[in-house]
């Protein structure tokens, strides 16, 4: 591969899955037994970078002995025109897949988290020196992201240096968790589009938004961001948020507008922080469904993995049948974990108010999102396994969709109940027409029964 | 009218005492209250309602005939020389007659798989009635019945059900066989269509026995985790009595295991399988052995290792009973579909049978009532077990040495082996005492046994080289998972997010029998090489057992190695050959899954949705029989390309694409209606790999889509373009064809690329949504 002609092993995305294991390995950096670890990426002024610089601060690969685990701090800098600090997160990301293409450089888990691991066949081959890797990390940056138009990496293993840069990176991570979790839609000029997904799903396009996640819960606003504006023709796109129509339920012109045409007119309004009427189409892969509980006027929540039937009797995989196919399905909705974690989460319906229902491990994810005095009512698996069980629950806890029941009388009515049979029996002799059939174990099913009684007429429906 | 088929409408019934509107009345039978999706264009499709969708397909592939037989014999106006353009007394040409063998080769396979499902169905509803639910996965599966919903229109609830699914499979496998008839059917192509009508229902009736089989008799339903059970001749347990049962159809071996539990006696006995009849009977009862395919049934019988062998029905070698006969191991067939020539003792006395078996008073009976076979298998077993000593017709090392000095060096042998193994050679080296060669063929030899016919000096060949393969036959004592059956929705849509960013790269399905050119490994190989990049891998069959066969430098089975679900890198058995409907409807549910597209009665459109989009392959290494050319039909018409074997050639044609003709490969926007050119993707629907190494870089490049996105499309060229670095040694010359826009360019292989770019004056395209049928272009709504 001429690109890395002069790296003595391969770099290439089917090194991807490869795993190194403690016998084959030439050292571990980070991992379990190793306090300090970290790798994070920094945005920084033009002049402070000098372009294609790999720094070693401390031993290098060659000088660590084998079979042995070390401290390892990563730190990418980066300077671009277009690039700002929001991009920290996508760039650091990118580290995982790229450290992964390495033959022989075995890259896991992310942040203050890394475990990595060089095998020895490839430091045989010549792969001893934090040089090559920078190198190659260099390269395949500037290839894949050209918004950054200079790059600087260093690599730390300087067991006296490691300690404060550490520190830094902890409150690092913090900062820009909590300023990405506190952006609002009606701080930015743009939301991003994605429609990776009509590959499959040919009408979905996902609206992602810094407090609405994709459905996949792999795109964020940032990440979008990155794409965009890497190739703005691809599948990832910016949409220009437009007019706020309707700041309660979420409606904004440019959603609109991006959702007709790339749905075909499919889709002409979203409507993205309810359930009800416009909601956000669902592909396929989402993570979780949002459905609506007529009985008790609530949201129950099930996530991809749960096992066994939600509140109102129907799995998962049933839920998600009635929701996906890129269609607005009122009262129903595909979305990501992630979702959950956010202030404008079904915000238009009463947000975490609203929900009756969650299986217990998607509660425990979420549950530092979750305001503290509506937790302890929402009810769980283990609480209610029915629609009785839930309103008893409800009632008990005292859940806020309580005081909406006693004040709009009965929760709203069922939709279009299925067939039941209007007549079961074991044997049913029918005469008509001079001649009689006699029916065995029979269920008549019929789409209108009038029986006539007297002269009154009863209908029953 | 018959009481099953009784369906009365009323729309308006005025009487005395009531008034009627609307009343429908179905009994006996489903009215599918609850399938209330929308019925398609073609529920039920005839022989011709298909056709043009075939077409569509066949013009892209067009049939590439390699006739194996240039002559005709079918009937007595024949023997029809065909060669050079000639044609036979009826007119026919050798295109023509080449894709009659296809289309009824396709036959013999539907009806064979077919019947195996209508004597499951028989069966079953007799014991458990005809309301028996169906159940394939509990919750986790939406669609019980993908492939019979989309071609039937029907959803089946109950065993009852499967009734009429199977009728209209009969009806059409039929009409197919009568295609065939000399004076009818003139058009090569037209064949072609009657072969994928009758794969195409030869999907269905696999379906149907698997799903009645996974819920009456409670196999792992669509469970990632199914048991690991023994596979292997070494796995037995060779001190006990040994039932090896050889076939398809699990019923006589329930019966078997059913007798043993009840009679507490399943702990003391060895009850073992080859072919699919294993697999099914390991869904069954964990404590069943796996012994390994079609080409084991000889080493396994004349190691002496079965004391009662119990034939069902398929791949059965047709001399079972005389090889049994040379080891005094009794046989009992259990197949109306293969009788050995035994008398029919089912209404004969347990005892009076048993007797007559043990003393050797008749070597073999039919007993057509599975109960009775349990019965009279396990009270053999334990009788005889004792008394025949493990009588053993395997020669000595001295004897074999003694053998191999009287070959003549004349080569019959190795000129009617199948894989043309330098069997003299080995023979010359054993002569002088060294059995290594031989001891080599042990792990290549598919069993045929035709060398030890073709040899004139009466050489039992294949028994040499089982003796100088004993030590290693003995250690084969590997693990093969459990047929799980079904693929969950869940499963499905939690790969829709890795797809899509090119997480996974593909699906490669390797399936069917053990015709191997060169010993399973090879598809212990690709099977291992994909997950390990990976893509999901699934797997049926001889197949299955093949990649269980073999462990990695950490001492571990492909099954312990890799995740058992669908997923990246997962490595599923599905089951049975009838399991390899479950591959077909994993596709088809993929459909229904993300774009919400419907199936019933909508074949189609569903297979179009297929065919661009879905990256999937399936790989036939070892084919050989008309079951699989069947199977491989189904998926032709679902526009999944498949890939065979060396040996694979002789099914006579391969439908192949054209990469130097560019319009081929148009396809419409549905987005715009425009026409894009997506280049050879996949590139064929049917072709041989004659090597491992061509096969590998084959599935590599036919997991191609127009609908890729370009991570998906950059992550599958990067396995291509290594793995055909690797095993061919340069860089693909086609790799301009594959590229849409820069972004499908591997970010690692971007210069390298490039330049191959500019050298073909490459043009970026647009990625489309891709489809064949004009009807599906969107228009935008105002
Ligand atoms: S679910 Fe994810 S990949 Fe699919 S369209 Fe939405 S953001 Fe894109
Ligand atoms: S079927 Fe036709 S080609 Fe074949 S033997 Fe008869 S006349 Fe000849
Ligand atoms: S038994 Fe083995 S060696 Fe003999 S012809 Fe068959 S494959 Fe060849
Ligand atoms: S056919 Fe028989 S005699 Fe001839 S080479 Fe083979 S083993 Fe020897």
């Not at chain 1, 503290?372 to 969709?401: C, Q, R, S, V, Y």
């Not at chain 1, 069922?414 to 001079?434: D, H, K, N, R």
Request: aromatic letters at 8%; hydrophobic letters at 40%.
């Amino acid at each position: 591969m001429s690109m890395f002609k002069d790296i003595p092993v391969e770099v290439g995305v089917i090194f991807e899955g490869e795993r190194i294991r403690r016998n084959d390995m030439q050292v571990e950096l980070g991992g379990p037994k190793v306090d300090q670890k970290f790798e994070i990426a920094k945005v920084k002024p033009m002049d402070q970078i000098e372009d294609g610089k790999v720094v070693i601060v401390g031993p290098d690969l060659k000088d660590l002995k084998e079979g042995g685990e070390y401290p390892l701090g990563i730190l990418i800098e980066a300077a671009g025109a277009q690039l700002d600090p929001g991009l920290e997160g996508v760039i650091e990301r990118r580290l995982h897949g790229y450290l992964n293409y390495i033959e022989g450089f075995m890259h896991l888990n992310q942040r203050y988290d890394i475990q990595i691991r060089l095998g020895k066949k490839s430091f045989q081959k010549g792969l001893n020196t934090f040089e090559i890797i920078g190198k190659v990390l260099y390269r395949l940056f500037k290839n894949e992201l050209p918004i950054i138009e200079k790059l600087q990496i260093t690599f730390i293993t300087d067991i006296s240096k490691i300690g404060s840069l550490y520190t830094d990176a902890l409150a690092s991570y913090e900062a820009r968790d909590a300023k990405a979790r506190g952006l609002k839609d009606n701080e930015v000029p743009e939301f991003y589009g994605c429609v990776l997904c009509q590959s499959f799903a040919p009408s979905h396009v996902c609206v992602i938004t810094p407090q609405r996640y994709s459905n996949c819960g792999a795109i964020s606003w940032h990440d979008g961001k990155a794409s965009a504006s890497i190739d703005p023709k691809g599948p990832i796109f910016a949409i220009p948020r437009g007019d706020v129509i309707n700041e309660e339920k979420g409606e904004f012109s440019g959603v609109n507008e991006a959702a007709k045409k790339r749905s075909m007119g499919e889709v002409t309004k979203v409507w993205l922080y309810t359930a009800f009427d416009h909601p956000h189409t669902s592909c396929g892969c989402f993570e979780a469904v949002t459905f609506y509980i007529p009985e008790v006027d609530g949201f129950g929540i099930v996530h991809r993995t749960f096992k066994g039937v939600t509140v109102n009797g129907l799995p998962f995989s049933t839920l998600a049948d009635s929701t996906a196919g890129g269609r607005q399905i009122d009262g129903f909705h595909g979305m990501s974990l992630e979702y959950m974690r956010s202030s404008k989460f079904f915000a238009a319906d009463g947000g975490w108010n609203r929900v009756v229902w969650v299986p217990k491990e998607v509660k425990e994810k979420v549950k530092d999102f979750i305001p503290k005095d509506i937790i302890g009512k929402i009810a769980t698996e283990d609480d209610a396994k029915g629609i009785d069980d839930l309103k008893t629950f409800l009632k008990e806890k005292n859940h806020p969709i309580v005081a909406k029941w006693t004040t709009e009388e009965a929760p709203a009515t069922e939709a279009e109940t299925e067939a039941t049979p209007v007549m079961t029996a074991s044997t049913l002799p029918i005469s008509a027409g001079g001649f009689k059939i006699i029916l065995t174990d029979a269920k008549i099913y019929a789409s209108k029964v009038v029986i006539k009684k007297d002269e009154s007429k009863t209908e029953k429906r | 009218m018959t009481a099953k088929n009784l369906h009365i409408k009323i729309d308006e019934m005025k009487t005395n005492s009531g008034l009627i509107k609307n009343l429908e009345l179905s009994i006996g039978k489903v009215v599918n209250e609850n399938y209330n999706e929308p019925m398609g264009p073609t529920p039920m499709p005839s022989v011709t309602t298909l056709r043009d969708w075939d077409l569509t397909l066949l013009n892209k592939y067009k049939p590439f005939y390699m006739p194996d037989c240039d002559l005709c014999c079918l009937c007595t106006f024949g023997k029809c020389d065909l060669t050079a353009g000639k044609r036979g007394a009826c007119g026919l040409d050798i295109a023509a007659q080449s894709s009659r063998i296809v289309a009824l080769a396709c036959s013999i396979g539907a009806a064979c798989h077919s019947a195996h499902s209508r004597h499951l169905v028989h069966h079953l509803i007799e014991k458990y009635g005809r309301r028996y639910p169906l159940d394939v996965g509990g919750l986790n599966i939406k669609v019980e019945a993908p492939i019979t919903r989309l071609v039937t229109g029907i959803k089946p609830e109950t065993l009852g059900d499967l009734d009429d699914v199977l009728a209209y499979v009969e009806e059409q496998i039929t009409q197919i066989l009568a295609a065939a008839h000399t004076g009818q059917e003139a058009n090569a192509l037209d064949f072609e269509s009657k072969a994928f009508h009758v794969g195409m229902c030869d999907h269905i009736g696999m379906e149907v026995g698997d799903i009645a089989q996974i819920s009456v008799f409670n196999y792992p339903k669509a469970d990632p985790e199914a048991p690991l059970v023994k596979l292997g001749i070494g796995s037995v347990d060779r001190t006990k009595p040994v039932i090896m049962c050889i076939g398809h159809n699990v019923v006589p071996s329930v019966g078997i295991i059913d007798y043993a539990k009840e009679q507490k006696v399943d702990e003391s006995l060895e009850i073992v399988g080859l072919c699919c009849t294993a697999h099914d009977m390991t869904r069954y009862y964990t404590r069943g052995r796996i012994v390994g395919p079609i080409s084991w049934e000889l080493r396994f019988i004349r190691a002496g290792l079965a004391d009662v062998v119990v034939l069902d029905e398929q791949c059965i070698r047709t001399d079972v009973a005389d090889e049994a006969a040379k080891v005094n191991a009794p046989v009992i067939a259990a197949s109306e579909k293969n009788c050995v020539g035994f008398k029919n003792r089912t209404n004969d006395p347990t005892d009076a049978i048993v007797d007559d078996l043990v003393s050797g008073k008749v070597l073999g009976v039919l007993i057509l009532d599975p109960d009775k076979v349990g019965e009279v298998a396990v009270r053999v077993a334990m009788k005889v077990a004792p008394m025949r000593k493990r009588k053993n017709v395997l020669p000595t090392v001295e004897e074999v040495i003694a053998a191999a000095k009287t070959c003549t060096q004349c080569k019959q042998c190795q000129r009617n082996c199948p894989q043309d193994y330098a069997v003299p050679a080995a023979l010359k080296d054993a002569a002088a005492g060294d059995l290594s060669k031989l001891t080599d063929l042990y792990e290549y030899c598919i069993g045929c046994g035709r060398c030890e016919q073709a040899c004139p000096q009466k050489i039992v060949i294949h028994s040499l080289i089982v003796k100088a393969g004993e030590k290693a036959m003995y250690c084969e004592d590997n693990l093969c998972r459990s047929g799980r059956g079904a693929v969950s929705d869940v499963e499905i849509r939690s790969v829709g997010g890795p797809i899509v960013l090119g997480e996974i790269p593909g699906i490669v399905a390797l399936v069917g029998c053990s015709n191997y050119p060169k010993g399973g490994k090879d598809v212990y190989d690709i099977a291992r090489e994909f997950a390990s990049r990976r893509y999901i891998v699934a797997l049926s069959g001889c197949s299955a057992m093949a990649a269980g066969s073999y462990r990695n430098s950490e001492g571990k089975t492909i099954y312990e190695e890799f995740p058992g679900g669908f997923e990246a890198g997962g490595v599923l058995n599905v089951g049975s050959c009838v399991a390899n409907s479950h591959i077909a409807g994993a596709a088809i549910k993929v459909a229904n899954i993300f774009a919400k597209r419907n199936l019933r009665g909508n074949y189609e459109e569903i297979a179009d949705y297929i065919h661009n989009r879905l990256g999937a392959v399936g790989l036939a290494w070892g084919a050989y029989s008309q079951k699989a050319a069947a199977i491989g039909a189904g998926f032709w018409r679902l526009g999944v390309p498949v890939i065979v074997g060396p040996h694979g050639s002789k099914y006579r044609r391969m439908l192949l694409g054209r990469k130097d003709v560019p319009e081929n490969w148009n396809v419409i926007d549905a987005r715009t209606g425009e026409t894009v050119n997506v280049g050879p993707s996949p590139e064929h629907l049917f072709n041989v790999a004659e090597t491992k190494e061509e096969c590998i870089v084959q599935i590599a490049k036919l997991v191609i889509r127009p609908n890729d996105t370009w991570k998906g499309r950059a992550g599958k060229l990067s396995h291509y373009i290594d793995l055909h670095k690797r095993y061919m040694g340069v860089m693909p010359d086609d790799i301009h064809l594959y590229i849409r826009t820069p972004a499908d360019i591997p970010i690692t292989m971007k210069d390298e690329i490039q330049k191959i770019l500019e050298e073909h004056n490459w043009k970026e395209t647009t990625i489309p949504d891709p489809t064949l049928l004009p009807r599906m272009v969107r228009k935008m709504k105002e």
